[in-house]
């Protein structure tokens, strides 16, 4: 399955490739530098495809956990000041999304959309320190019966140059349903409450929808 905000991204790939063939058959030689730019053409269409990729999984509904957003490599366990909607400290989860990750953004729990932000900045690498406030980046609130309000922050990294977000404020959304999709190398960041117990390591890789980020208290 792939994702529906690759359907333009692989319909030009496809038709790229369409062409270069019809072409280098027609006009192209010698031989190996045609099979060679084929090649090329196919490459590129294998990588555009494997990136838009929404793999189809069995997921298990639970209030009482917290489901990571994305897949990806833990980066980040601290006790940080969020500054923009708690202006306290919470603990930040984050996880970095290679170019090779699904890039699919779900939502990590259920509840009522209350905060809903696009902010414009830069494309510093994504596991820049200073990624998660100068970057661009969309910043989500979801507040559940169980935890609390919970924060999530969707980062463009280097390469990413586009973050595509659902969430639109006083709706009901479901854990695991996709909540956007960040495309190319990209970060997530999780605020939760202090007290959180947290159920990852640094250095562990998280898979959306399936690896539990926190639990109830």
């Not at 099979?35 to 509904?61: D, E, H, S, W």
């Not at 922050?153 to 956007?180: M, W």
Request: charged fraction near 20%; include cysteine.
């Amino acid at each position: 399955m792939f994702h529906k905000e690759g359907a333009q991204s692989i319909l030009l790939g496809t038709v790229f490739t369409a062409v270069v063939l019809l072409l280098t058959d027609k006009f192209m030689d010698p031989n190996w530098i045609q099979k060679a730019v084929q090649i090329a053409a196919f490459v590129l269409l294998i990588i555009i495809l494997q990136f838009f990729r929404n793999p189809k999984r069995n997921y298990i509904l639970d209030e009482n956990q917290i489901l990571s957003p994305v897949d990806g490599k833990v980066v980040v366990i601290e006790e940080v000041y969020e500054g923009e909607y708690f202006k306290e400290k919470r603990i930040q989860v984050s996880i970095f999304m290679s170019p090779i990750n699904v890039h699919v953004t779900r939502y990590g729990l259920s509840g009522l959309v209350k905060f809903s932000k696009y902010h414009p900045g830069k494309f510093l690498v994504a596991w820049h320190p200073k990624a998660s406030e100068e970057n661009e980046r969309t910043t989500i609130v979801i507040e559940n019966k169980t935890f609390g309000e919970i924060l999530y922050r969707q980062i463009a990294g280097a390469l990413a140059r586009r973050i595509v977000n659902y969430a639109k404020e006083g709706t009901q959304v479901v854990q695991c349903e996709d909540a956007g999709f960040i495309k190319f190398g990209s970060r997530v960041d999780v605020f939760l409450p202090l007290g959180t117990p947290i159920n990852v390591v640094l250095n562990q890789k998280a898979v959306g929808g399936k690896t539990v980020i926190a639990t109830k208290a």
